[in-house]
């Protein structure tokens, strides 16, 4: 069975541009959640998703956005990228929005 | 504010030479304890979640326990491909999205 999927693998953009991170969680997954993880820390908690209705939000500035699609996959959005936007983006789905979470391999951002 | 704290920061074994990783938690009723494995530039692979005191779990050369107030994950004989950082999670209060300790980055020498 597929696990996680993230898109793209690797990412670079400039300071001010836009960004789409997309996930597929594992089959029968309905919840989704995104986090952020800089070099040196454990994974920072930014979105969760369930049933396509937001769940939970982290200590993040509006330029972060989220959705959840009917298929239960998700975007993650970031607006007027900064230099500290640049992390690794991880994806994880589970069963139900209290179930175990399952990582994706990430999207690795950099931004000049 | 739930806390959690992963001891040593990075941990040198000799290949065969077994030791414990620490993660001590301050968060009001715990609904669960998880330890995964990050390889470099890749994401966490789940290992083990732990749900009260005195439980422990088992898989290969890992074990990993709990009290009341920290998680130890005992590796036994650990080989070079154990080599990775070892993160451990509690559900934020109220919520369910996890929150992580730093990591302790654990290097095997053969």
């Known amino acids: 069975d597929a696990g996680v999927t993230q898109s793209p693998t690797h990412l670079i953009k400039t300071r001010g541009q836009q960004v789409t991170l997309r996930c597929s969680p594992i089959s029968g997954h309905k919840s989704v959640s995104w986090y952020q993880q800089v070099l040196g820390q454990g994974p920072q908690f930014i979105f969760q998703?369930?049933?396509?209705?937001?769940?939970g939000r982290g200590n993040f500035p509006d330029r972060f956005s989220a959705r959840q699609f009917p298929n239960y996959s998700s975007e993650l959005n970031v607006n007027a990228l900064l230099l500290g936007d640049s992390a690794l983006y991880l994806c994880?789905?589970?069963?139900?929005?209290?179930?175990?979470?399952?990582f994706g391999p990430g999207t690795r951002l950099t931004v000049l | 504010e739930d806390q959690v704290t992963q001891s040593p920061e990075a941990l040198r074994l000799q290949e065969g030479e077994s030791s414990s990783l620490n993660c001590s938690y301050t968060v009001s009723g715990l609904r669960g304890l998880f330890w995964y494995r990050q390889d470099p530039g890749k994401g966490p692979e789940f290992l083990f979640t732990?749900?009260?005191a005195g439980e422990e779990k088992e898989k290969e050369r890992l074990k990993a326990t709990l009290t009341k107030k920290e998680s130890f994950l005992h590796i036994t004989a650990p080989k070079p491909e154990d080599s990775a950082t070892y993160l451990c999670a509690v559900p934020r209060s109220g919520n369910t999205p996890l929150v992580f300790g730093k990591g302790t980055r654990l290097s095997v020498i053969a």
């Open positions: 732990l749900y009260s």
């Open positions: 994880a789905s589970s069963l139900v929005w209290t179930d175990t979470q399952y």
């Open positions: 998703y369930y049933e396509k209705e937001e769940r």
